[in-house]
Structure formats: structure tokens, C-alpha cells
């Protein structure tokens, strides 16, 4: 991701390349995003380019949204020990204290993430800016008690933070 800021107006003069290859990470996984939102320009602020990200999220078909959710890393799980994170969501987990977790911790979200995995068949998601470890395993916790469809909900709404809390470190 760019490293400056931007502002609106230097989005709103971007090509559809330039837009793509620098809002790329926004969604995890997913340039198909930022290369439909490139569409609804010009942005008249921040709160306009992430809702109309979001907007195409919520107009994609199930699958493309399923594979939206499947795009995304279990916390403290695999990808993180590989260290096979973006550099978005490694700062995201990082932020959140999921690197530094006790062994009982660990063991705890990886069968979380386990439980969660087979009864839903996609990952947990959840904007972990502002949440510690205890309070993310509590979510994790309270949310496998949610049927298949809410979670599905509650996952693209998670998702449409993290692109938010994203935006906000490359627009000012």
C-alpha cells in the first residue's frame, strides 16, 4: 500500500490502474473491489470511497462474498505462524496482541478457530482494532452460538470495518 497519505482529490485523478494497484489491499485478497468502486468516482471524501467499496461488496453475488470471507486469515492461526500475513493484516493482529499470546491462548483460538471453521466452512472475522486478546476470544466465544446466515451477515460487516479502519491510514 502507499505509504503517503492521499487526499480525495489526488484519489479522484487516479486511472483505474493507479486506483487498483494502491486500494488493492483494502479488501484482503480481493483488487476486484476497488476495481468496481473505481466506477463511482469522484469521491466526495473518505466516508464516500468506503461506502461505495462496501456497496459493491454488499451488490456481489453470495459466492463472491463467500470467497470475500474465505480470503481472510483465522487469527493466530496458520497463515500467522507461517507468517504468510499481509502486512495489513499482520499489523491488525499485532495491534491486537495476537502475537504475543500464552501457549493457552493459542491453544484456545486454534480451536476456535476449529469449531468455527467446521460449523460455518469460512473463517472467523473481526475488526480487532481496539479489542485485546480477551476480548477478541469473548467475541470469538459468544459468536459460534450464531446461526450460519447471521455470521455470514456479521462477517461482511466486519470485513466493511476493516476496509474502513484501512482506508483511514491512506486517506487524509
Request: charged share 20%; with cysteine; glycine share 4%.
Amino acid at each position: 500500500m502507499n505509504a503517503t497519505p492521499l487526499s480525495i482529490e489526488k484519489i479522484n485523478q487516479l486511472n483505474q490502474d493507479e486506483f487498483v494497484s494502491i486500494f488493492s489491499g483494502i479488501y484482503e485478497h480481493s483488487p476486484w473491489i476497488p476495481q468496481e468502486a473505481f466506477r463511482a468516482r469522484p469521491f466526495r471524501d473518505l466516508a464516500h470511497l468506503a461506502s461505495s467499496m462496501q456497496q459493491t461488496v454488499l451488490s456481489s453475488p453470495y459466492e463472491a462474498q463467500l470467497q470475500l470471507i474465505r480470503e481472510h486469515p483465522e487469527l493466530a492461526g496458520k497463515a500467522a505462524i507461517k507468517k504468510q500475513l499481509t502486512d495489513d493484516s499482520l499489523r491488525e493482529q499485532s495491534g491486537a496482541g495476537l502475537d504475543n499470546c500464552s501457549e493457552e491462548e493459542f491453544l484456545l483460538l486454534n480451536q476456535l478457530n476449529r469449531d468455527y471453521n467446521a460449523k460455518f466452512g469460512f473463517p472467523f472475522i473481526l475488526a480487532v482494532k481496539g479489542y485485546q486478546r480477551a476480548g477478541i476470544i469473548q467475541n470469538f466465544s459468544q459468536r459460534l452460538n450464531n446461526d450460519v446466515s447471521k455470521e455470514f451477515q456479521d462477517c461482511i460487516h466486519q470485513i466493511g470495518l476493516i476496509a474502513r479502519f484501512r482506508l483511514e491510514n491512506l486517506v487524509t
